[in-house]
């Protein structure tokens, strides 16, 4: 692991982040989100949204963090149905059967009000499972070594380091399939673009290629701070009974994830050598959650931060887009594709 191709002097560090999606790249900019997604033709799709503006509270330390974390889970899961959504709309897609809930969730609600309730179903649903696996898992397992131990402190740390280990297992067992190979891919895309960025040089795939797929502003860095600081705030509870620390462990979540968020922040923001070895566990676990991208790859990310980066009176827009991260105007468009688009006008109308 080099630290100087990671935490480069002379980058001048931002506030875009981004999340890999199905086949693209999500970008988030300072007052907008855009996401590209390589589609089986060959084309690109964009989609552009303005954020909220910020409140006084999400601007407090530590509580900042609660709220972005809530909020980066529900954005991140929406984009993640939506790119799933745009391939499954693709010419030569397999297409798939709705199922009963889906089925009942639009005739009650209507479409747009059955894919809200899937959103948050499924936040509530990965929640559910974090919680389960992460948390009550591994110290209702870690109770049996009590009967070899009696140092609170050393069951403590046999839980978090229990926890980190299943979690690391976790990733590498999802990193065998194919289509999350292809995340990894653009995960690491969204790094060089974003290390290409702050180093103030021209969004090109070229351009991009030669920087490490490790940014230290990773969201996968957030979860081992999580995973690390809880490890240590745990350690100071003591070993009650197995409610009383399911009941503790839970409510101390939203102080870990604030407390995790400032940290990464200043990880993003400084190349001290303290921060380098915090860091370290982040880091390493990026190396299992990004692989190297591919020309193409690079091109999706660029694109997605290009549309970013625009002035904040840009409208947002939903589209075909070129390299350059701008919808790709009718007249540019191939004849075919204006004789399919004019067709289907003409069957709506109908």
């Not at 948050?120 to 499972?129: D, E, G």
């Not at 100071?236 to 102080?255: A, K, Q, Y």
């Not at 299992?288 to 290009?306: N, R, Y």
């Not at 350059?324 to 399919?340: C, F, N, Q, Y």
Request: glycine share 6%; aromatic share 8%; charged share 25%.
């Amino acid at each position: 692991m080099d630290f100087k191709k990671i935490f480069i002097k002379s980058a001048c560090p931002t506030k875009v982040g981004g999340q890999a999606v199905l086949e693209g790249i999500m970008m988030k900019g300072e007052d907008r989100t855009a996401v590209v997604i390589r589609k089986p033709d060959d084309t690109l799709h964009l989609k552009t949204e303005l954020l909220k503006k910020p409140g006084r509270i999400k601007k407090i330390p530590i509580l900042r963090g609660i709220f972005i974390f809530v909020d980066s889970l529900v954005v991140g899961t929406r984009t993640l149905l939506y790119s799933a959504e745009v391939l499954e709309g693709c010419e030569g897609s397999q297409g798939y059967e709705k199922d009963k809930l889906t089925i009942w969730l639009e005739k009650r609600f209507g479409e747009k009000g059955a894919l809200n309730a899937i959103l948050y179903l499924s936040v509530i649903l990965a929640i559910l499972f974090t919680v389960g696996i992460f948390i009550i898992a591994p110290t209702a397992v870690v109770s049996v070594f009590k009967y070899l131990t009696a140092n609170e402190v050393a069951l403590n740390l046999i839980e978090g380091v229990f926890r980190i280990v299943l979690f690391v297992i976790y990733i590498l067992l999802i990193s065998k399939m194919k289509d999350i190979q292809t995340v990894f891919q653009y995960h690491g895309a969204e790094h060089k673009c974003i290390h290409c960025f702050e180093n103030g040089l021209e969004l090109t795939p070229e351009n991009c290629k030669p920087y490490e797929t490790l940014h230290p502003r990773c969201g996968t860095s957030f979860l081992m701070f999580v995973m690390v600081i809880s490890l240590l705030l745990f350690s100071l509870l003591g070993w009650p009974n197995l409610i009383w620390r399911i009941t503790s462990r839970l409510l101390l979540i939203p102080v870990i994830a604030g407390l995790s968020y400032e940290l990464l922040r200043w990880a993003g923001r400084s190349d001290s050598m303290t921060v380098k070895i915090l860091s370290v566990p982040g880091l390493l676990l990026q190396k299992l959650t990004t692989k190297e991208p591919d020309e193409k790859q690079l091109e999706v990310a660029a694109a997605a931060m290009k549309a970013v980066l625009v002035p904040e009176d840009t409208p947002v827009y939903t589209g075909d887009c070129g390299k350059d991260g701008r919808l790709i105007a009718e007249e540019e468009k191939p004849a075919e594709e204006k004789a399919e688009k004019k067709e289907e006008t003409e069957n709506k109308e109908e």
